[in-house]
């Protein structure tokens, strides 16, 4: 993956037929993705994604791995605060994270 | 951790080096672009709100941890292999954060998501910035051993498949 800005490049979504304002839906799950990146170690990413999330080890080192195999991983799917949050410590930690509305 | 005074003074200048790029915003750069990535994908509008929100403080973290580095490197005491930095867990947790920090903005200067490491040989002028990323990548597996020795790579990590 390259570390440029707008990560995964993907075009504004705009749900069809949709009324409702997701933002006063607050509880509307987000997924939070973490992208590889070619810096990172490995060990660092199980280290940031226990201390950010709190996963047992191998959960974390399990999520680090489809990480580093598959280019992301989901790591947690929350409400938005909550999935705002958790990228902002990610990206304090250096790891690249994004979220995206859940599907 | 024991430093020899070449590191000591590497990691000053480093040190310095990021500071003054964080304190001087050029949008174009790509240290710049790494340390402060896309936060949501599939609507622009709320990507660049998200960052806004996390801007400061996510800039104001980095400058401590730089900060509060350089006062651990001056608070140091000389023995013969060098300089050596006492840190307790919390202060050895930043150091890991800021030595980060200093790898991620190595590797976007040099682009490293475009290099291929196998073509590397110490001829090419990236070289000496790739084996400096590596030592510092050396620093943080020594701090992350004693911070949460669960998390450092077992020899069952990687398969074939990584090897591609």
């Known amino acids: ?103 | 951790m024991v430093l020899t005074p070449g590191e000591a003074d590497l990691l000053r200048d480093l040190v310095e080096q990021i500071r003054l790029l964080l304190e001087h915003p050029d949008p174009d750069d790509p240290v710049r672009q790494r340390l402060f990535p896309a936060a949501v994908t599939g609507d622009d509008a709320e990507d660049a709100e998200l960052r806004g929100l996390v801007y400061d403080d996510l800039l104001t973290g980095r400058l401590v941890g730089l900060e509060e580095l350089v006062g651990y490197l001056d608070g140091g005491r000389r023995v013969r292999a060098g300089l050596q930095v006492d840190l307790q867990a919390e202060q050895a947790a930043l150091v890991l954060g800021v030595l980060n920090d200093v790898r991620l903005a190595l590797g976007a200067r040099i682009r490293i998501e475009d290099l291929d490491r196998d073509q590397l040989d110490d001829n090419h002028p990236t070289f000496p910035t790739v084996v400096l990323i590596d030592h510092l990548g050396w620093w943080q597996e020594q701090l992350l051993r004693i911070l949460d020795p669960q998390s450092v790579a077992h020899y069952d990590d990687l398969d074939e498949s990584d090897f591609e």
């Open chain 1, 1 to 103: 993956m390259t570390a440029v800005l707008a990560g995964p490049g993907i075009a504004p979504v705009t749900t069809p037929g949709t009324i409702t304002d997701d933002r006063v839906d607050l509880d509307r799950p987000w997924d939070v993705i973490v992208w590889d990146d070619p810096v990172n170690l490995m060990s660092y990413v199980v280290f940031v994604l226990r201390r950010v999330f709190s996963y047992p080890e191998p959960v974390a080192r399990k999520l680090m791995l489809e990480v580093h195999r598959k280019g992301k991983a989901l790591v947690a799917t929350e409400p938005r605060e909550q999935a705002e949050w958790y990228v902002q410590q990610l990206h304090g930690y250096g790891l690249h994270a994004t979220i995206q509305r859940a599907s």
